[in-house]
C-alpha cells in the first residue's frame, strides 16, 4: 500500500507541474496576443492617416480657392503662380472643409500645433478653430492698431513708411476714406506733407503716388549742388619748387562738401558706421577724402532792390562774363581751413606789415577768396567797422559762424608799397590778416619761392620783392602774455618743463621718513646701519627675476581661439615713452597709465585674452581684516615694491600668449604685466607664501604694500632685519622713494594708523570736501564711492546718503534739494570723524543685551567699557 501511495504521490506531482508549465504558456500566449493587438492598432491608424493624405492629394489644388473678402485671412497663403479669371470666380469654401483647407497652407510651428489639435480630439467648428489659431499666434489683445496707425511718423524713407501705413492700416476697420487720408498726410515729413497739402489728393491712392513724385523731387534737389567758383591765375602763379600751400586748394576741381543730414539719416550713418560728411566707413582717424573749406554767405535784405541795382548785380547770367568780372563779383567770399584754424606748415608765407605805424603778421592764402582781419587785431587799431548783420560765415561741417563786419580801404603797408585792401572781420588764428586771391588778382603775375619763402610782382613799374618771416623759435614768455593767449585762444598745448638737480634715486643714499619725534638717537642710528646693510635690495633690478613655484600661469578655456588684436593708436609723445619703456625692459632682460608720482606705467589691453582665461579664485585680503591686527602697535615702517607685477615671472608655455603688437613690432612678456586678469591673484599668493613667517604677528602685505609694525624699537629693528633678509632670499627689490621707516604715524590703504587707533586720511578727506558738485551720475558714483570708503567712519550713514543712492536707482538723473541737504551733510559729517580704537584680542569681551517689543539691542564691552553698539 505504502509503494502505492508512493506511486500515487508522484504522479501527482508530475501533473501539477505540468499544470503550471501550461498556465505559464497560456499567459505568454496572452501576452503576445495583445501585443499583436496593439500592432494591429497601430497600423490601422498609420493606414487612415495614409488614407487622409491620398485623400488630400487627389483633391484639386486649395489655392484656388478664395476666402470671402468679408474676412482676412489667418495664415498666409502660398504664392499662386499661375492665376486664370476662371479661378477668381469660384465659390465661397463650405464650412466644414475651411480647416482641412487651413492645415494644407500651414508649416513650421503652425503645422505642429495643428498636429496637437487633430491627435487630442480638439478640432470641432471653423470658429472654435480660428479663434484658436487667432490666440495661438495672433497679436495680443490689448494692442490697438488704431492707435498705432494714427502715431506712425515717417521717419526714414518714403518706401519704409508707405509699407509700414500699409501695414498697419489692413489691421484696422471702420475709417472711413478722408480719416485715412488725413491720417497717412500728417505722417509724412513735414516738406512733403507741405506740398501735398497745396496739392490736395482726392484719395489716399492720389495722396500715396503725389508722395512719390515730391520725395523724387526733393531727391534731386539735394542731389544737385552749384559747382564751387574756380578763380582765375595766370601762368605765373605757380610754385617753382613743387611746394604747395593753401594755393593749390582752389585748383582741384568739385563741389561743395556741406551736407545737411536729418536726425535719422544722421542715426542711421551712426548705425552702419559711416562718415557724417562722406559716405566712407568711419574709423578712428578717418578724413575725408575732399578737403573742407569755409564758405562766406550773406542773405537777402529785406530792402527792395531797384533796377539799376539788378542790372548792376544779376542773378544767373545768361552768357559767360569775362575772367575780372568773374573774379570780382561773382565770387562768394571763401576762406581756407587752415587759414581759419591756424593750422600751419613750413611752406606758409606770412609777411610782416603795418597798419597805422603798427607791425601785423599778414598770412598770404590763395585758398582764401577775400581778405580777412581778426576782430581783435580790428579793435586795437581803432579801424572804422561797418557793422552787416546779413553777413555769415558757413564751415563744410554745417557750423555756422557770424561775421563781425567789414573795414574798407585800409592802408596796409608791405616792404614800401602801401596797398588799401577791404578786410571783412572774422576769429581767424595764426595771423592778424589774412591776403586772399581777392588782393592777388589785383596784382597781376607773381613768382612764388616757396623754398625760401618770397614773393614777387610788378608795382607801379618796380619789380617788388617781399620776404615771409621765418618760423619763429621758442622764445620765453611772461605770465601776462601767457594769460592773454589763454583768453585769446590763439595756444592749442602748453607744457610744463622744470629742471632736476637730484640725483638718481639708485645713487642716493639711504634716508629716513619718520614722525616720531622721541625716536632715540642710538635706534636712529642702528636703523640707519640696517638700511645701509640691505641696501642692494633697493637697488633698480637687472635681468629676469628667477623662477619660483607660483610663477604666472594663464590657463584658457577649451577649444579658444588665439587672441589677435590691433594696437592703438597714440600721440607722438607716448609713442616716443612707449619706445623708451620697451627699449628698458629689453635691456632687463601696450596702454599708457600715468602713476601717482607722474611718471607712466606700461600696460597692455588684455581683455581679449582675459575673457578666453580660467579664473583665479586666490582670497584677497579685506582692508578691515587687516587693520583689526594692529592692536597695541606704536612704531610702523611701509615698504613698497618696485613694480612688483614684472618681478614674478610668466611660466614659460604660457609666454606667448602675452604677445602684443605696436607700431615697432611684436613683442612678449617674460614677467607678469598689468592688465592680466589672474595678475592680482598670482601676487597676493607670491607675497603670502614668502612672507607667511611674518603675516599677522608684525606683517601686513596687501598687494605689494607691506607694513611693518612693532610695539617698541628694539622688536621693531629686529622685524626689519627679518623682512629685509626676507627681501634679500627671494631677490625682491622696494622702490626707497615709497618706503617710511621708523614712524609714530603712517598712512596705510587711505587711513592714518598711529598708537591711538584709525582714523581717515586727511588728503582724502580734503578731496572730499574739494570734490565737484556731482550734475551727472558717474560724478555723483565717484562721490559715493570714495565716501562709502569711509561708512564705518561716520555714524548713520546710509540715512545721511539715502537721497544721493535713490538718484542712482531712477532713470533720469535730477538733482534735488534734498540730495543737495545730503551731499553736503555728507561732506560735513566726513570732518568729523573719530578716530577708531583698534579691538585687543588678548582682552576679553561681553556682550550685553537688551529686548524690547520691536527688537534687540546689545552692547559690546571690554572690561567694562563699551566698544561697539549694534
Not at 480630439?121 to 480660428?130: D, H, K, N
Not at 485715412?180 to 489728393?201: A, H, M, W
Not at 582724502?764 to 560724478?779: D, E, G, M, V
Amino acid at each position: 500500500m505504502e509503494e502505492q501511495l508512493t506511486a500515487i504521490n508522484e504522479r501527482q506531482d508530475a501533473m501539477m507541474t505540468q499544470m503550471e508549465s501550461l498556465c505559464s504558456s497560456v499567459h505568454q500566449h496572452a501576452e503576445l496576443f495583445e501585443t499583436v493587438q496593439k500592432s494591429l492598432v497601430a497600423q490601422q491608424s498609420v493606414m487612415t492617416d495614409l488614407m487622409v493624405k491620398l485623400t488630400r492629394l487627389e483633391r484639386p489644388d486649395p489655392a484656388a480657392l478664395l476666402l470671402p473678402s468679408s474676412v482676412p485671412p489667418l495664415l498666409p497663403r502660398p504664392p499662386i503662380t499661375t492665376t486664370t479669371p476662371q479661378q477668381s470666380n469660384v465659390p465661397a469654401i463650405l464650412p466644414d472643409q475651411r480647416i482641412e483647407i487651413a492645415a494644407f497652407y500651414m508649416t513650421g510651428d503652425a503645422l505642429q500645433w495643428y498636429h496637437w489639435l487633430y491627435c487630442t480630439q480638439q478640432l470641432s467648428t471653423w470658429e472654435v478653430f480660428s479663434r484658436q489659431a487667432e490666440l495661438r499666434f495672433g497679436p495680443p489683445t490689448f494692442v490697438n492698431h488704431e492707435a498705432q496707425l494714427f502715431k506712425v511718423k515717417q521717419q526714414t524713407t518714403l518706401a519704409a513708411y508707405l509699407s509700414e501705413f500699409e501695414s498697419l492700416s489692413t489691421r484696422v476697420r471702420g475709417l472711413s476714406s478722408t480719416s485715412l487720408l488725413n491720417c497717412f498726410l500728417s505722417g509724412l515729413r513735414e516738406d512733403i506733407q507741405t506740398e501735398l497739402y497745396v496739392l490736395k489728393p482726392a484719395s489716399i491712392h492720389d495722396a500715396m503716388g503725389m508722395a512719390k513724385l515730391v520725395d523724387d523731387k526733393h531727391k534731386a534737389m539735394r542731389a544737385f549742388q552749384p559747382p564751387r567758383f574756380l578763380p582765375t591765375r595766370s601762368p605765373q602763379l605757380q610754385n617753382p619748387t613743387g611746394v604747395a600751400p593753401t594755393l593749390n586748394r582752389t585748383s582741384a576741381p568739385g563741389v561743395f562738401p556741406i551736407k545737411r543730414l536729418t536726425p535719422a539719416e544722421m542715426a542711421s550713418r551712426r548705425e552702419h558706421g559711416l562718415c557724417f560728411n562722406c559716405d566712407s566707413k568711419f574709423i578712428k582717424g578717418h578724413r575725408c577724402a575732399p578737403s573742407q573749406f569755409l564758405c562766406l554767405m550773406t542773405e537777402d535784405s529785406d530792402e527792395p532792390v531797384s533796377e539799376t541795382e539788378k542790372q548792376d548785380h544779376p542773378i544767373l547770367a545768361t552768357e559767360p562774363e569775362p575772367p575780372d568780372a568773374v573774379a570780382e563779383e561773382a565770387t562768394n567770399p571763401c576762406i581756407s581751413f587752415h587759414a581759419l584754424n591756424g593750422l600751419t606748415i613750413p611752406s606758409t608765407l606770412k609777411i610782416t606789415g603795418k597798419i597805422h605805424g603798427k607791425d601785423v603778421v599778414v598770412l598770404i592764402d590763395g585758398g582764401s577768396t577775400n581778405n580777412f582781419i581778426q576782430t581783435r587785431w580790428a579793435h586795437h587799431l581803432n579801424l572804422p567797422i561797418q557793422q552787416s548783420s546779413h553777413l555769415r560765415v558757413t564751415v563744410g561741417n554745417g557750423e555756422v559762424l557770424t561775421c563781425g563786419g567789414e573795414c574798407q580801404r585800409v592802408p596796409l603797408q608791405l616792404g614800401e608799397v602801401v596797398f588799401p585792401v577791404d578786410l571783412l572781420l572774422l576769429p581767424v588764428f595764426c595771423a592778424g590778416i589774412v591776403l586772399g586771391v581777392h588782393w592777388l588778382a589785383e596784382l597781376g603775375p607773381i613768382v612764388f619761392d616757396y623754398q625760401h619763402l618770397w614773393m614777387e610782382f610788378q608795382s607801379g613799374g618796380a619789380t617788388v620783392r617781399l620776404h615771409g618771416v621765418q618760423q619763429p623759435c621758442i622764445q620765453d614768455t611772461s605770465h601776462t602774455s601767457l594769460k592773454r593767449h589763454v583768453h585769446s585762444s590763439t595756444a592749442h598745448q602748453f607744457f610744463y618743463l622744470s629742471v632736476s638737480l637730484t640725483t638718481p634715486e639708485h645713487n642716493q643714499p639711504p634716508s629716513i621718513t619718520t614722525t616720531s619725534n622721541t625716536a632715540p638717537s642710538q635706534f636712529t642710528d642702528q636703523l640707519q646701519q640696517l638700511l645701509l646693510r640691505y641696501d642692494d635690495i633697493f637697488c633698480l633690478p637687472v635681468g629676469l627675476p628667477p623662477a619660483r613655484a607660483f610663477d604666472h600661469k594663464i590657463p584658457l578655456l577649451l577649444e579658444a581661439a588665439p587672441v589677435n588684436v590691433r594696437p592703438y593708436r597714440y600721440t607722438h609723445f607716448q609713442k616716443a615713452e612707449i619706445e623708451h619703456l620697451v627699449d628698458n625692459m629689453l635691456k632687463e632682460g601696450g596702454i599708457l597709465v600715468k602713476k601717482k608720482d607722474g611718471s607712466w606705467r606700461f600696460c597692455v589691453d588684455y581683455r581679449a585674452l582675459n575673457a578666453i582665461t580660467i579664473k583665479d579664485r586666490f582670497s584677497i585680503p579685506t582692508v578691515e581684516e587687516l587693520l583689526d591686527e594692529l592692536s597695541s602697535a606704536h612704531i610702523f615702517s611701509k615698504l613698497n615694491l618696485r613694480s612688483g607685477y614684472h618681478q614674478v615671472r610668466i611660466h614659460p608655455p604660457d609666454i606667448e600668449k602675452t604677445a602684443f603688437r605696436m607700431h615697432e613690432g611684436h613683442y612678449e612678456f617674460l614677467v607678469m604685466s598689468f592688465g592680466l586678469s589672474n595678475a592680482p591673484s598670482s601676487f597676493q599668493a607670491m607675497m603670502h607664501t614668502l612672507f607667511r613667517s611674518a603675516l599677522r604677528k608684525y606683517a601686513l602685505v596687501f598687494f605689494d604694500d607691506i607694513l611693518i609694525y612693532s610695539r617698541d624699537w628694539v622688536t621693531h629693528l629686529e622685524h626689519l632685519h627679518h623682512i629685509f633678509a626676507l627681501f634679500r632670499d627671494h631677490k625682491i627689490f622696494a622702490k626707497r622713494s615709497k618706503c617710511e621707516f621708523g614712524c609714530s604715524s603712517i598712512g596705510y590703504l587711505g587711513h592714518r594708523i598711529n598708537g591711538q587707533g584709525v582714523q581717515v586720511d586727511p588728503e582724502k578727506i580734503q578731496a572730499i570736501q574739494h570734490w565737484p558738485h556731482p550734475t551727472t551720475l558717474r560724478c555723483l558714483r565717484g562721490f559715493l564711492g570714495i565716501s562709502g570708503y569711509y561708512r564705518r567712519f561716520v555714524r548713520g550713514y546710509a540715512a545721511i546718503s539715502a537721497p544721493l543712492t535713490e538718484l542712482l536707482c531712477k532713470n533720469l538723473f535730477v538733482w534735488t534739494p534734498e540730495a543737495t541737504k545730503a551731499y553736503e551733510a555728507l561732506k560735513f559729517a566726513l570732518t568729523q570723524t573719530p578716530i577708531l580704537q583698534l579691538p585687543d584680542f588678548s582682552c576679553q569681551f561681553e556682550v550685553h543685551t537688551d529686548a524690547w517689543s520691536t527688537g534687540i539691542g546689545a552692547v559690546l564691552l571690554r572690561k567694562e567699557s563699551p566698544y561697539r553698539v549694534f
